[in-house]
């Protein structure tokens, strides 16, 4: 048996071999000479995972490599927990298997833990594959909670190359997709709580860490590429999950989106459908705006790397075709939800045709429960001291009117027509 190592991996997998291979393939190459073993914990997969997984780790490995297979698939949590108990490491590396570690991603997530003696987890800048314009574009740089205590991933899909992106922050949460941490303490906050089904057990063992005043981090010298939610099934057990975190650890967390968008120079904006999002302030949009309009593409481009939270740089991609994902994601808006229904639908992308429609459905509500919403929020902010978020809700009601006959009523129709064609969202 070899000595005990520094750091264990731990992999969780439940079928995508071809996924799980690249993973290893990736950590093999990246971690040569590293004081690591590697851990697969196979939920009872039922393609060639069994077959050749631990064969094929063992090659790239050797006796530093672990395969255990589950006669049944235990999901996340279980196997996750199972992987830290047989850990030999001093840390551990929660590991989704549809990433690919990219250069020397592991000595400063170590490094992390003799620089900042406070942070209970550290984890990489997670990428998306890389797509037309700007490559690599953000997929997790840290998890932010929102004023009305919802949880999303800050700035999601603006460049990697983003001054934004390449900035160090502490968080109450990152995402156990690749995340670092000591093995006693991850014992000490009670690992990750199995009543979860492939989601939120992240969210809640941050809580009970950050509970116990600790902090996390994201180190942006660390890059991995993330697919995100290959795994079948992954969403199917949102709504009970959420519910047990709502009752369990969401009064452990606080909001903490506008201390970000502050501290980055940004400011929180409200769209006509109640959404707070950050955005650039509005002198250096205007100064962005009548920039536009002068400038070539590859100049164009430059300037939106540099400014990511731009709407209106966005936007001109998005009339262009592009972008139109990360211009949702960025600027949440059910129009360019249909937008990217459409796109979608003409390129016959049944997956993201389902995802922009589920998205878009969000927004299909009664006009009345957006009035009756931006009241209670307004009160709600009024409460608690927030004078400019209390009055981006009352300027909000001011409008409502226009805001239903321009906005809401087209809509509206058209999510109206979309549905009477296709009622079953899974045939979308």
Sequence with gaps: MPSSPELSIIIPVFNEWQLTKSCLEACAETLKGQDIELIVVDNASQDDTARFC????????????????????????????????????TYLLFLNNDTIPQGNWLPP????????????ATGPLLVYPKTEPFGYTVQHLGVTITPFLSVSHLYEGI?????????????????AACMLIPKQLFFDAG??????????????????????????TVNPASVVIHHTSQSQGRDLHETENYRYFEQHCKPLLAPDLSYHTEQDGLELRLNPWLQLYPHCKKDMEKRLNALAAKLP?????????REPLWEQGWNILADDGLCLLQRAKLFPSPEYFLGLFHDAK?????????????????FYRPWEDFCIGAKEKQAFFTAIGEARLSGLFEQWS?????????????????????LQKSPNKAEL
């Design 191 to 216: 690992r990750f709580d199995e009543h979860y089904k492939n989601g939120i057990e992240d969210i809640d063992l941050c809580a009970h860490l950050f509970e116990k005043g600790l902090r996390m």
């Design 346 to 362: 003409r390129k016959q992308n049944t997956k993201l045709t389902r995802f922009a429609i589920s998205w878009a459905s969000m």
């Design 297 to 305: 593409r590859a100049p164009f481009l430059e300037l939106l790397a």
């Design 398 to 418: 001011k409008n409502a009117k226009e805001t239903e006959e321009r906005i809401y009523r087209p809509f509206f129709k058209e999510m109206e027509q979309i």
């Design 109 to 120: 997530l170590l490094q992390d833990f003799a620089e900042f003696p406070n942070i209970a």
């Design 54 to 89: 631990e064969s094929y780790g063992t090659t790239l490995f050797g006796e530093r490599f672990r395969y255990h297979r589950f006669d049944i698939n235990r999901n996340f949590g279980p196997a996750s927990n199972y992987g830290a108990d047989i850990a030999r490491g």
């Design 159 to 175: 460049p990697a190359e983003s001054p934004l992106a390449k900035k160090r922050r502490f968080f109450q949460i990152i995402t």
